[in-house]
């Protein structure tokens, strides 16, 4: 995954998954795992209690070919997750890749569920020490556990999914993806049931849907989701309005329409679709306010939070975007985000 750092003076940032926004930044996160628990979730790494790495909420997520990550999801599980316990509780969740959105989905979980355990399980122990004091039991990938999980939630870019496969048993998992793959490139409507990128023609595409494609075939859940933002955790700060800000001129064009959602409501949306416990199903996340470049610039502007002022877009022939509408997730889900649009989280009215 590809990210831009923000200034100190954003208050917002993009954790951009769309393909539309090349320098921005890219999220195709997650691919699937085996799960435990209700999931047997079987990895040659399991999760444990000790220290496991965060994965780097905003990291870069390193090319993959279609096919070494075709093998990767179907490979063998080499031991089942399990808790250092070997008990498991009704509401025990297991985060693989708690990053930013990970570790939100934690908060948001433990409210719900004060007593249960959640484990976050990462690629080194770097972060080991900020997860165990927000209550998240670290696990490094390539631990064993026999703790089966009934809710899994994947949060990591593609890259970190070389050794899980796809075979979903029982229990609740949930793969987070993203908009990418809707085929849809002139600033057209997409929702939950439009045409996706045929394989073949995407590296990138290509290995969402592969995944994407075990994960749903195994029983588990995807959610796509649209442009990530969020306004806290300076360190995690990263947008595309920040990289624009500091360019002062970009030479892309201000009329493709890029989707949004924060990371508060990714996050709640994910926890509503884990508890409805469904299986084979896509979802999709956005703000059902879609907004071209020019106009994302252009509440920046008027928020006045931001000291620096942009100059323009000078592009005039690359790719245009999508309008992104998930009113089907969210009937069925029940949901409803706690900022409808980037416009109002800044303070505007519109």
Not at 52 to 71: R, V
Not at 167 to 178: N, W
């Amino acid at each position: 995954m590809e990210t831009i750092g923000c200034s100190r003076l954003s208050l917002a940032s993009f954790h951009t998954h769309t393909s539309s926004l090349p320098q921005l930044v890219f999220t195709p996160k997650l691919l699937p795992l085996s799960l435990s628990s209700c999931y047997r979730l079987s990895f040659q790494s399991s999760v444990s209690f000790p220290s496991p790495p965060l994965a780097n909420p905003i990291s870069k997520a390193a090319t993959l070919s279609s096919l070494s990550m075709e093998s990767s999801l179907q490979g063998n599980a080499a031991s089942t997750l399990v808790s250092s316990s070997g008990k498991v509780g009704e509401y025990d969740l297991l985060i693989v890749g708690p990053g930013v959105l990970g570790r939100l989905v934690a908060e948001q979980w433990r409210q719900e569920h004060p007593g249960c355990q959640i484990v976050g399980q990462t690629m080194t122990t770097d972060h080991h020490d900020e997860l165990i004091k927000m209550g998240i039991n670290p696990s490094l990938k390539g631990m064993e556990m026999d703790h089966k999980f009934p809710y899994v939630i994947f949060c990591a870019p593609p890259s970190r999914t070389s050794d899980y496969p796809g075979d979903v048993s029982a229990g609740s998992f949930l793969f987070t993806s993203s908009s990418a793959p809707y085929d849809c490139f002139d600033n057209g409507s997409c929702d939950e049931d439009s045409p996706v990128v045929p394989i073949g023609r995407s590296p990138r595409t290509d290995v969402l849907l592969k995944a994407e494609k075990v994960v749903v075939e195994s029983g588990g859940c995807v959610l796509r989701l649209a442009g990530l933002y969020i306004s806290f955790l300076s360190s995690f700060l990263r947008g595309a309005h920040s990289y624009w800000l500091e360019k002062g001129t970009v030479d892309v064009r201000p009329d493709h329409v890029l989707n949004l959602i924060h990371y508060e409501d990714a996050a709640s949306l994910s926890i509503a679709i884990l508890k409805k416990k469904l299986r084979g199903r896509i979802f999709l996340g956005c703000d059902n306010h879609p907004l071209s470049r020019q106009e994302v610039m252009d509440f920046v502007d008027r928020s006045g939070k931001f000291s620096k002022k942009f100059q323009g877009f000078t592009g005039t022939s690359d790719p245009l975007g999508k309008r992104l509408n998930n009113s089907k997730t969210r009937k069925e889900i029940g949901w409803q985000p706690k900022y409808p649009s980037f416009a109002q989280f800044l303070g505007l009215s519109g």
